[in-house]
């Protein structure tokens, strides 16, 4: 912004003085400042815009892909999966491209989560815990560990094996029969644990497999098998198929509703969390079908549930309201993953809105607004930091922090932004130009940020696709598609270029002309207004600024033109606005597959009087 000093400043003095705005709205919407103190590129109000191309221009428009019937998506996993996005509503499973397809009838209400490993996808909730591969849909089927191996027939010894699995009761014993003190090969065999089900075992002997009733007894509340004919001795000759219910810990594993990939390269196992405490469970290198049961652990105080997961360089970083933790792998160590407080005074109540944006974690506390992570380190000073100072809003202009029901916000990060959605609003950073870097000044650091807001986006849940995005809608899913129309109807786009008062607080101006320079490869259309201190709500000028080119992406034979038109178009405004103390301009547009982008403004105005 170019300022003139009034120092030694005639009150005669007229000449033509200039102002220019270069890419305004480059600094996005700041609701915190007074909008007279905002800095050149920064905006009092951008709505439905956003800056693509190194320009801004309006946001994409919105079509629906399927509606499905049902009231409300619950849960909808973060991409396609097979090309199709899979998600639970109504009681169901489902999966669709271009049309919904219900693949399974859940237990539950289908609220839970999903998760991806070796390629398959899995589903945690409502007490399930199902598998589909792209075709068909199943229900995880416990891996079944061996126990004990060399196991003598009375139990006095035996080598150790595998835990108990969480998630499934049964089990295997394998024995090794020999002579007992008195000379004799023993008839009873016991195992491990007792409370067989009706099931009752599977008993193998050399691989031949015996039969209940004719060669062998099962006392099922015991868990004791009694032989016919004693095996003879050996090693490892007798195997036994223990058939049990699931324990109390299956059920705790059931209601987590949080699953995340963690532990080496490849991220070997899943860690399950959510469910109404700070328990969390994890499963056997490579296999989510075995949660071994001392695979568990209580994070901190017990009685605050586990909100979320989520990864920033070789971390896996454990979120709760109030908390922020952290936990490494340490493959040759005792204690492969330990964990350690980050931070006690920041968390995370948004489970929905945790993000990976610019190798940092970003995600919103409903009491500090969006945060971001510095270090993993907890002796790093103030490792945790706001970044969403610009749009939390306040007694006079309501913001991000004034939204109601911001628990239950979504997030996700698209084509370089992190974009919030929370009761028909999105919040977005453009993390890419405008990436955070810390200070010491955080009220700079956060300043310096480009956030804008769009409306009509009715977004619960968010599914990312390369350029594509799609979101649910209560029952419907939905996606942004490049026209600037929502469901076949308008929706309108503002930019205001916030009050100016040219540098000289203390003196009246008058603003006689505007240059609007706008892009000129694509259908412009705008609707200019005029903003000062007794104008507020702006006053639409006569002249609508239109710059209009063969544009295929939104060809209209109503605009057509043989002349393919590549550079900037610079339009002259008249304002005429007299003895003004603050100008600024307002464009709007709402005109379907039309742009509106401003690339630059410049004032020319005269200062014609002393404020007396």
């Given at each position: 912004m170019a300022t003139a000093a009034n120092i030694g400043l005639r009150s005669a003095d007229r000449r033509m003085r200039e102002l220019t705005i270069a890419s305004p709205g480059a600094g996005g919407l700041v609701l915190e400042e007074l909008e007279e103190n905002l800095e050149a590129e920064q905006c009092s109000e951008l709505q439905n815009v956003w800056f693509r191309g190194d320009v801004l221009a309006r946001r994409p428009g919105q079509e629906l892909v399927f509606d499905t019937g049902e009231d409300t998506i619950r849960s909808l996993w973060r991409r396609p999966y097979g090309g199709k996005c899979v998600f639970t509503a109504g009681g169901s499973l489902w999966a669709g491209e271009t049309a919904a397809e219900r693949l399974r009838e859940l237990k539950g209400d289908g609220r839970g989560c999903?998760?991806?490993?070796?390629?398959?996808?899995?589903?945690?909730?409502?007490?399930?815990?199902?598998?589909y591969d792209g075709t068909e849909v199943r229900e995880v089927v416990p891996y079944v560990p061996t126990v004990q191996t060399d196991r003598s027939p009375d139990g006095s010894r035996g080598e150790q094996g595998e835990d108990y699995n969480r998630i499934g009761g049964?089990?295997?014993?394998?024995?090794?029969?020999?002579?007992?003190?008195?000379?004799?090969?023993?008839?009873?065999?016991?195992?491990?644990?007792?409370?067989?089900?009706?099931?009752?075992?599977?008993?193998?002997?050399?691989?031949?497999?015996?039969?209940?009733?004719?060669d062998y007894t099962l006392d099922r509340a015991a868990g004791c098998v009694i032989f016919q004919s004693p095996p003879a001795a050996g090693t490892n000759r007798v195997r036994v198929l223990a058939h049990r219910e699931p324990g109390e810990g299956a059920a705790d594993f059931m209601r987590c509703r949080r699953a995340v990939s963690f532990g080496g390269e490849n991220e070997m196992r899943v860690f399950f969390a959510g469910g109404g405490g700070s328990e969390y469970f994890w499963s056997e290198a490579l296999d989510p079908s075995y949660i071994p049961e001392k695979?568990?652990?209580?994070?901190?105080?017990?009685?605050?549930?586990?909100?979320?997961?989520?990864?920033?360089?070789?971390?896996?970083?454990?979120?709760k309201p109030g908390e922020v933790w952290s936990m490494e792998y340490r493959p040759d160590g005792a204690d492969a993953f330990p964990v350690s407080p980050i931070n006690r005074s920041i968390g995370c109540d948004a489970p929905d809105t945790v993000c990976l944006v610019n190798n940092r974690l970003v995600w919103l506390s409903t009491a500090?607004?969006?945060?971001?992570?510095?270090?993993?380190?907890?002796?790093?000073?103030?490792?945790?930091?706001?970044?969403?100072?610009?749009?939390?809003?306040?007694?006079?202009?309501?913001?991000?922090?004034?939204?109601?029901?911001?628990?239950?916000?979504?997030?996700?990060?698209?084509?370089?932004?992190?974009?919030?959605?929370?009761?028909?609003r999105c919040y977005l950073w453009d993390a890419r130009r405008t990436p955070y870097i810390h200070s010491s000044n955080t009220r700079k650091a956060q300043g310096g940020l480009a956030w804008?807001?769009?409306?009509?986006?009715?977004?619960?849940?968010?599914?990312?696709?390369?350029?594509?995005?799609?979101?649910?809608?209560?029952?419907?899913?939905?996606?942004?598609?490049?026209?600037?129309?929502?469901?076949?109807?308008?929706?309108?786009?503002?930019?205001r270029v916030p009050l100016r008062d040219f540098g000289f607080p203390d003196r009246y101006k008058n603003v006689l002309f505007a240059y609007v320079t706008v892009r000129g490869d694509v259908n412009n259309a705008l609707e200019a207004a005029c903003v000062t201190e007794r104008e507020a709500a702006g006053t639409p000028m006569e002249r609508e600024i239109r710059a209009v080119s063969f544009d295929l992406s939104h060809w209209d034979l109503a605009d057509f033109t043989l002349e393919a038109v590549n550079f900037q178009k610079t339009v002259r405004l008249r304002p005429h606005r007299r003895r003004v103390m603050l100008f600024g301009m307002e464009f709007s547009c709402d005109a379907p597959d039309r742009e509106m982008n401003v690339c630059s403004v410049i004032y020319r105005y005269r200062t014609v009087g002393q404020v007396k």
């Amino acid at each position: 912004m170019a300022t003139a000093a009034n120092i030694g400043l005639r009150s005669a003095d007229r000449r033509m003085r200039e102002l220019t705005i270069a890419s305004p709205g480059a600094g996005g919407l700041v609701l915190e400042e007074l909008e007279e103190n905002l800095e050149a590129e920064q905006c009092s109000e951008l709505q439905n815009v956003w800056f693509r191309g190194d320009v801004l221009a309006r946001r994409p428009g919105q079509e629906l892909v399927f509606d499905t019937g049902e009231d409300t998506i619950r849960s909808l996993w973060r991409r396609p999966y097979g090309g199709k996005c899979v998600f639970t509503a109504g009681g169901s499973l489902w999966a669709g491209e271009t049309a919904a397809e219900r693949l399974r009838e859940l237990k539950g209400d289908g609220r839970g989560c999903f998760f991806s490993f070796g390629g398959q996808l899995y589903f945690l909730g409502g007490g399930e815990y199902l598998i589909y591969d792209g075709t068909e849909v199943r229900e995880v089927v416990p891996y079944v560990p061996t126990v004990q191996t060399d196991r003598s027939p009375d139990g006095s010894r035996g080598e150790q094996g595998e835990d108990y699995n969480r998630i499934g009761g049964d089990y295997i014993n394998v024995f090794s029969p020999s002579l007992g003190s008195d000379g004799t090969l023993p008839a009873a065999y016991q195992l491990t644990a007792g409370g067989l089900s009706a099931a009752g075992a599977e008993v193998t002997v050399d691989g031949r497999k015996l039969f209940e009733g004719s060669d062998y007894t099962l006392d099922r509340a015991a868990g004791c098998v009694i032989f016919q004919s004693p095996p003879a001795a050996g090693t490892n000759r007798v195997r036994v198929l223990a058939h049990r219910e699931p324990g109390e810990g299956a059920a705790d594993f059931m209601r987590c509703r949080r699953a995340v990939s963690f532990g080496g390269e490849n991220e070997m196992r899943v860690f399950f969390a959510g469910g109404g405490g700070s328990e969390y469970f994890w499963s056997e290198a490579l296999d989510p079908s075995y949660i071994p049961e001392k695979n568990r652990a209580v994070l901190g105080d017990g009685s605050e549930d586990i909100t979320a997961f989520g990864e920033q360089y070789n971390r896996l970083i454990i979120f709760k309201p109030g908390e922020v933790w952290s936990m490494e792998y340490r493959p040759d160590g005792a204690d492969a993953f330990p964990v350690s407080p980050i931070n006690r005074s920041i968390g995370c109540d948004a489970p929905d809105t945790v993000c990976l944006v610019n190798n940092r974690l970003v995600w919103l506390s409903t009491a500090r607004g969006v945060c971001t992570l510095l270090s993993t380190s907890l002796s790093a000073e103030k490792n945790v930091q706001p970044i969403s100072r610009n749009i939390d809003g306040n007694d006079r202009r309501r913001g991000l922090l004034s939204e109601a029901g911001l628990n239950g916000a979504a997030a996700c990060e698209w084509q370089g932004y992190y974009i919030l959605a929370v009761n028909g609003r999105c919040y977005l950073w453009d993390a890419r130009r405008t990436p955070y870097i810390h200070s010491s000044n955080t009220r700079k650091a956060q300043g310096g940020l480009a956030w804008y807001r769009w409306t009509g986006v009715e977004a619960a849940a968010f599914c990312t696709s390369g350029g594509d995005l799609y979101y649910s809608a209560g029952g419907r899913l939905c996606r942004f598609y490049d026209r600037y129309i929502d469901f076949g109807e308008r929706f309108l786009s503002r930019i205001r270029v916030p009050l100016r008062d040219f540098g000289f607080p203390d003196r009246y101006k008058n603003v006689l002309f505007a240059y609007v320079t706008v892009r000129g490869d694509v259908n412009n259309a705008l609707e200019a207004a005029c903003v000062t201190e007794r104008e507020a709500a702006g006053t639409p000028m006569e002249r609508e600024i239109r710059a209009v080119s063969f544009d295929l992406s939104h060809w209209d034979l109503a605009d057509f033109t043989l002349e393919a038109v590549n550079f900037q178009k610079t339009v002259r405004l008249r304002p005429h606005r007299r003895r003004v103390m603050l100008f600024g301009m307002e464009f709007s547009c709402d005109a379907p597959d039309r742009e509106m982008n401003v690339c630059s403004v410049i004032y020319r105005y005269r200062t014609v009087g002393q404020v007396k």
